[in-house]
């Protein structure tokens, strides 16, 4: 069975004092309310990670994540955080190729490849996001743009390799606007993506890897996308921030 994942992504928000309370109500409201076997990722600011692994402590289902990463182990990179040190503070996931990192960052497909590769050399679990913008939608375009950015970015793993990864489903138009896909929308693009890792590994690998959907995802609309067959979870931005939100979308799953 596939790996059910909420991640919380909470891109740069908070400061030191509300980011220790955030993480420590997770934590609790987890291990006070949560029966079932999702996965549930925080991925903080780094200054913050340290302090949320701290809160993470023994709790067994919930997983210390970061936003980015250089790929390089070492070096001469100023301001740049590298697989090793991540590891070193108990980070498991790392999400990459974030849109907004692609848009204001510039980061290109090769950068990202690396990045995956660094990730899994180093024994971590990344969390790659792909996804279309909305003048590519608007061109009935969105299909092929998104299985081009596997092509590129993660094809040219082994399957072995590729089983590691998570895959987050991300259209770009859907990103903090609180414009979501509908239900329907995110199944027909993680059936598209599960096809599309079939074809190049069969269908034994492609249907073991978790493909979550990102965009607006809310307490209130978190259950109806969760039900769908290709959706394994979610990448929630916004809600993640209000602990009391992430854990009504934690448990819709
Ligand atoms: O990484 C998370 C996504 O960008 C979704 O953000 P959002 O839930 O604020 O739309």
Excluded at 10 to 26: T, Y
Excluded at 98 to 127: C, M, N, Q, W
Aim: aromatic share 8%; charged share 25%; glycine share 8%.
């Amino acid at each position: 069975m596939r790996q059910k994942i909420v991640a919380g992504n909470w891109k740069m928000n908070k400061d030191a004092e509300s980011a220790q309370s955030l993480a420590s109500e997770v934590v609790n409201m987890v291990k006070d309310e949560v029966t079932s076997e999702v996965t549930v990722v925080m991925a903080p600011p780094f200054p913050f990670l340290s302090s949320t692994q701290r809160q993470i402590g023994d709790a067994a289902q919930v997983f210390l994540g970061a936003q980015n990463c250089y790929p390089k182990d070492s070096g001469a990179y100023t301001g740049e955080v590298s697989v090793p040190m991540l590891k070193s503070v108990g980070v498991t996931y790392v999400i990459l190729g974030h849109s907004e990192r692609r848009e204001y960052f510039g980061e290109k497909d090769a950068t990202i490849a690396d990045k995956v590769d660094a990730v899994l050399a180093g024994g971590l679990v990344p969390i790659y996001c792909c996804g279309e913008s909305l003048e590519t939608r608007e061109a009935n375009d969105h299909e092929a743009f998104v299985s081009g950015q596997l092509d590129r970015e993660l094809f040219h793993l082994d399957a072995e390799a590729i089983k590691k990864v998570v895959i987050a489903y991300e259209p770009i138009w859907a990103i903090g606007t609180g414009k979501t896909a509908s239900p329907e929308q995110a199944q027909e693009m993680h059936a598209t993506l599960r096809n599309h890792l079939a074809k190049k590994y069969g269908s034994e690998v492609a249907n073991a890897i978790s493909i979550l959907y990102g965009g607006s995802v809310k307490p209130d609309n978190a259950a109806e996308i969760f039900a769908k067959p290709d959706v394994d979870g979610g990448l929630i931005g916004g809600a993640s921030l209000k602990s009391r939100d992430f854990l009504e979308i934690v448990k819709a799953l």
